[in-house]
């Protein structure tokens, strides 16, 4: 599995002009599933995502996760997360996993963070969205399950 971190003050995905799922501090996971990836990966990768100390302490320095801050977390099935451009310009995406495994994972998924964290916001599994956000720090970090 793939995962894209971002440290936000607030985000927020949109589907048909509606706002499906918004959020206060914490984290913007992108997440994309490949074909090798089981319930297993995903319960590690959620482990991390939680655990991960990147939220600033009291003298500022990223030592704390977002369980340790009591943030919220917005999930975003991202299977563009496996594109593949080695060759040419139009990305290819034959290393994601096929839609029914992935739906199933990514909910999956949210389910391990809504288990562990108690505030959960997702998008919709397929849809064209909108994603707003305001990136704190900046802070992103690339998490593969596979590296």
Not at 8 to 16: D, E, F, I
Not at 56 to 84: C, H, W
């Amino acid at each position: 599995m793939r995962a894209c971190l971002q440290r936000v003050s607030r985000a927020s995905v949109t589907v048909a002009g509606s706002v499906v799922g918004e959020i206060g501090p914490g984290l913007l996971i992108l997440l994309g599933a490949g074909p090798q990836d089981t319930d297993t990966v995903a319960d590690g990768l959620c482990e991390k995502c939680l655990n991960l100390r990147i939220f600033p302490d009291e003298e500022g320095k990223m030592n704390r996760s977002l369980q340790d801050m009591n943030g919220e977390a917005l999930v975003i099935s991202q299977f563009t997360l496996y594109a593949d451009v080695r060759r040419g310009n139009r990305p290819g995406f034959s290393d994601a996993a096929p839609p029914d495994k992935a739906e199933r994972l990514y909910d999956y998924f949210c389910s391990c963070v809504q288990k562990k964290l108690g505030r959960l916001q997702t998008g919709r599994f397929g849809a064209a969205m909108q994603v707003e956000l305001v990136n704190n720090g900046p802070v992103t970090i690339w998490l593969d399950t596979e590296a």
